[in-house]
């Protein structure tokens, strides 16, 4: 954590020159592809809404529920995000999950697992993740519910999103924000990750460790590893939780422009799904616009780990 405070004081001193073309400050878009398809969901989502009296949701919940028997998949969106992307101008990362978590009848904590649980060698979704790549998105993977403290099991994860993308996988967020730390961190520098993206909150908006820039966690003994750490400030779950999620949104984007840091957000790819999250898509955009507007570096995390790393040594210098 001193560390890390440390980093934040030389940073600040020549933020003014931090990013490309003079950009003020900077956002990182991402996506988790948590999950492809709504089974279980439609009869826990229309409970839930029963519960709390929620007619308008149950009534959501029916007519995507009939859309699906159409023929529609409710989560697949890829090509709504890719189409509200290319009109604004910018790219972002998108985090595959391929999770194998064991699901128990009678533990109920494991269920989540079955929803989330994914072919990612399936054609379909195997040529959405190529023509990602190809057409200038970025791929990442979201390791798996235990992957975190399992380095056999995310190696295996790694090298099976890359036998797919056909190029090297270069980051990662842990599903959940699982991160046991410093271990998670260690294990993903051994596998060869340039950058992680799981410091955050799930329940709240806002940095974990106050810190709105990349910098290199430290191992056990206090020494910096090569891995570059890119903070996330907004999920989307947990900021819609707010009274005004559109409000937070702005405190978050004029406290990282002040600082000239970078404000990573994250937008699970399902909640472009506008009949059961109405107005969530139209936030991200207007998000985007305004930064825009206020001279924002706009772009993956890829990119954000690759400028980082080239600049950094003037950046520790330059008191």
Known sequence: MNFSMELEKRILISRRVLWPEGKRFAICL????????????????????????????????????????????????????????????????FFFLNERGKVRLLDRSTWR?????????????AEMIRTLHSEG??????????????????REEKEML???????????????LNLEIPQTWQIHEKLG???????????RVGFRWDICYPFHPVDGEGRPLKLLEIPLAIEDIALFRYDNPWEVCMKMIEEVERKGG?????????????LEFPGWAKIYEK????????GAWITTAGEIAKWWKKNERRIEYSE
């Open 30 to 93: 991402t996506h988790d592809v948590d999950e492809l398809h709504k089974t279980y969901q439609y009869v826990t989502n229309s409970i839930r809404n029963i519960k709390k009296g929620d007619i308008i949701g149950l009534k959501r919940e029916f007519l995507s529920f009939l859309r699906k028997i159409r023929g529609e998949e409710p989560y697949w969106t890829f090509e709504n995000i890719m189409k509200l992307e290319q009109k604004l101008g910018v790219k972002s990362t």
């Open 113 to 125: 697992h079955y929803g989330r649980r994914y072919d990612i060698t399936d054609k379909n979704v």
């Open 137 to 154: 998105w970025e791929i990442g993977l979201h390791g798996s519910f235990y992957s975190y403290k399992d380095p056999n099991k995310l």
């Open 162 to 176: 890359e036998s797919i993308l056909g190029a090297k996988v270069v980051g990662i967020r842990q599903h959940n």
């Open 193 to 203: 990750f340039e950058y992680d993206s799981t410091l955050g909150f799930n329940d």
């Open 262 to 274: 970078v404000l990573t957000v994250l937008w699970h790819h399902s909640v472009f799904n506008e």
């Open 287 to 294: 998000l985007i616009r305004v930064c825009k507007e206020k």
